[in-house]
């Protein structure tokens, strides 16, 4: 009886442990995806606007910080997910490829239109 009231007790002990950070991806792959993305997009705004995170720290931060409320992820759950992703680097390249297409298709998308209103521009001066 002995023996079973501590094989329970182990048991219950092993069970309510939590899991190790970035043990697993808190963030669904789809929504990482678009996290991702967005801080990318993030990153150019920031980098086209000047910022330097000597003077803009806060400003920087912020952007950041929008980007995780917009997905209702806070900072750790963020943490924890490229944790996660620094071990299993197979199924990050897998993730991250969709990130760089969503991205292309974006530039692309932008980009062409940037362009077509350049050239339109251009025939109505000439």
């Known amino acids: ?3 079973v009231l501590l094989l329970l007790v182990f048991a ?13 991806p808190e963030i669904k792959k789809d929504v990482l995806i678009n996290v991702l993305f967005d801080i990318h997009l993030t990153d150019g705004y920031l ?17 950041y910080d929008y980007v995780l409320r917009k997905y209702n992820i806070t900072p750790k759950q963020f943490s ?9 680097t197979d199924d990050y390249e897998k993730l ?6 969503k991205l292309t298709k974006y530039e ?7 362009d077509n209103k350049t050239l339109k521009n251009k025939s109505d001066r000439d």
């Open 47 to 63: 980098s086209y606007s000047g910022a330097r995170i000597d003077r803009d720290r806060e400003r920087i931060e912020g952007a």
């Open 108 to 114: 692309t998308e932008n980009l062409s239109s940037d």
């Open 80 to 88: 924890n997910t490229m944790k996660y992703y620094s071990r299993h």
């Open 1 to 3: 009886m002995r023996k």
């Open 96 to 101: 991250y490829n969709k990130v760089i297409e």
């Open 12 to 24: 219950v002990a092993m069970l309510s442990c939590s899991h190790e950070d970035g043990d697993r």
